[in-house]
Nanobody, 114 residues
Framework: QVQLVESGGGLVQAGGSLRLSCVVSGSFFSVSNWGWYRQSPGQQRELVATIAPAGSTFYKDSVKGRFTISRDNAKKMVFLQMSSLKPEDTAVYYC????????WGQGTQVTVSS
């Protein structure tokens, strides 16, 4: 059974840092592009960053230079290192494949206070 479990969120002041983790079950991890997404109240879920199997990355403009996505194929994990956090980064963060989405996990709440 496929399962995505996100963790690492919390409450942080503006300018602070957090590192999100996602554990993936299933045998397809190493061949898939993976992404981090976020959803704020009343907003649609949006793509934040993606990482390909070989490690190439994509970032939403507003997080470039502040967020870093990485992956550990042996552990089937995806990470999002977030620095210089801003109040507008407040959202529930999710991981999933970059296409052909799997069932969404519960996400992890990130709250950035000003």
């Amino acid at each position: 059974q496929v399962q995505l479990v996100e963790s690492g969120g919390g409450l942080v002041q503006a300018g602070g840092s957090l590192r999100l983790s996602c554990v993936v079950s299933g045998s397809f991890f190493s061949v898939s592009n993976w992404g981090w997404y976020r959803q704020s109240p009343g907003q649609q879920r949006e793509l934040v960053a993606t990482i390909a199997p070989a490690g190439s990355t994509f970032y939403k403009d507003s997080v470039k230079g502040r967020f870093t996505i990485s992956r550990d194929n042996a552990k089937k994990m995806v990470f999002l290192q977030m620095s210089s956090l801003k109040p507008e980064d407040t959202a529930v963060y999710y991981c999933n494949r970059a296409s052909s989405y799997l069932p969404w996990g519960q996400g992890t709440q990130v709250t950035v206070s000003s």
